[in-house]
């Protein structure tokens, strides 16, 4: 790993140079069902057990896929996704990419309003869903003339939508047409002949903060991702995987699916969709998986079952394991100790939609700092401007924003580096994230203080606390608001002398007395937090509280708990919801 100091500006980068990169996602697939033929590629339950796909029929559905997009849409043309993760839908978004158009993931999840505008925003030729009678509901102005069904509606009848003009075709009658030999032939020429700087994908970022802005992608901003993980990681064929993380988000539709298609492996899917963590361990104890990407509200419920359970902890920690990723925000030392005490690496990696998405990885080591997400991949240099902004370039940063050039010019500095909006700092092992930038905030007397920095001391102390959400611009000190990790309140003891709480009351009365731990470690005395509440519920993405990733989207956060907040603002906790409990901080002061 190089680093030197451009002017003001130090610059960290791999010193091992990226290498060739597979032009197109075609050529990708194609070359791989060709080398690993009869080899799984992917795993659903269908109608209860797992039913695996090759290599061979994976490369055989793209291709007659492609060839039908090819027949009916323009090259370039916007394809839109609503839908969950199937191997349906894995074929017709890799062969949209393949065949020179260019697939737009939609959150099915989103409320009608919002997806609807985005749909008619992102003027989609085509829409694919396993969700009808969603899609059927949303006003017919924003959707296409045309949809292709994975599945079938069962309450909506599409006549309206028919009547309007529209057209149906479902995926099953795509795939079972014959073609000859001699056009499926230059289908594939076609396909290989893809330019590797054309745009493949527009996956709208999480939006915390504004309408969600449509990241352009490019084949070759999504490979070059591959070919630097193949210097780091070395994969071999043949790996097993058990996903989860969404396709319309970018860690788990760009890192973890594009990993297994780039190496020959097997992606297995969790039908729990990890909703349901009982259901994905059981999943995992079948599949067996090589390695496993989450995010840390997974593994933390993971942690509390592993404690439990001898027989969930001899399933998950099986011999076959090699390691297990994370991203997305830091992991608690409190469910990563779980993994270094059993040998299995936890390595975390960062990085932005905007960045395909990985900038940074951690190596395969059991001990881990909090904070640090590592030094750059290969192909990918990343610096520090004068106010602490990271700042990246290289193979994997996108093309710009979708139909907003104002954001797209404000993304990079003059000479092209891309703005993140994270702020770190850089050391012996690489990067540090601090906080995003516009989180800071500055208290009463002048300081600024970087939330992230303080939440994440309070996740590393505490494996009960789900979320923690550090505030207070204009206050004397920092606040926190505290949702607690519901899951982990019916596993067992974390050890190390902590006291077990049964529910948001003792943890509430427990974490008072950590609070004085916690508040003793930054070395600036303005980032102690004087006071706190734990609130008793749930956050959800339904409620608008959390991104399709899982963050906080903080503007929500703040309107929904403002009595929370007006409560620690003024002192006074006398009309607090029955569910919210103060932390007495008394003695931390």
Known sequence: MNAHDAGAMPILRNAQALGAVVPNVGSLVLDNAARHAGAPAFAERVNGPYVHRSWQQFGADLLRFAAWLQAECASGSRVAFVAGNSYLRHVAELGTMAAGCVSVPVFAGYPAALMGELLQFSDVELLVTDQPDKVLALDPASLPRRLLLLAEPRQRDPAAYLASGGRIERIAEVLARDIDPTALAKVERDLRAVAEDSVCLIMYTSGTSGFPKGV?????????????????WQPQPGLRMLCYLPWHHSFGGLFERFFAVAFGGCLALDDGCGKDVDRLLANFAEIRPHLFFSVPKIYQEIAARVQASAEVERAFFHPELKFVFTAAAPLPLSASEVFRAHGVPVVEGWGLTETSPCCTLTPFRLDRTPGVVGLPIPGVEVALAADGEILVRGANVMRGYFRNPEATRAAFTDDGWFRTGDIGEFGPEGVRICSRKERMFKLSNGEKVFPAQIEARIHARCQFVKYAYVFGSGQRTPHLLVFPNQQAFEGCGSGDGCVHPNDPAQLAHCLSNCMAEINARPAAG???????????????????????????????????????????????????PPDVFVLNLEASK
């Open 216 to 232: 352009q992608l490019t084949h070759r901003n999504l490979l070059s991702q591959q070919q630097a993980l193949a210097q780091c």
């Open 526 to 576: 303005f980032e102690t937090i004087r006071r706190a509440l734990v609130v008793g519920r749930e956050l959800s993405i339904e409620d608008n509280e959390l991104t399709p990733s899982f963050k906080l989207i903080p503007k929500r956060i703040e309107e929904r708990y403002a009595d929370c907040i007006e409560a620690m603002e003024q002192g006074r906790y006398d009309q607090l």
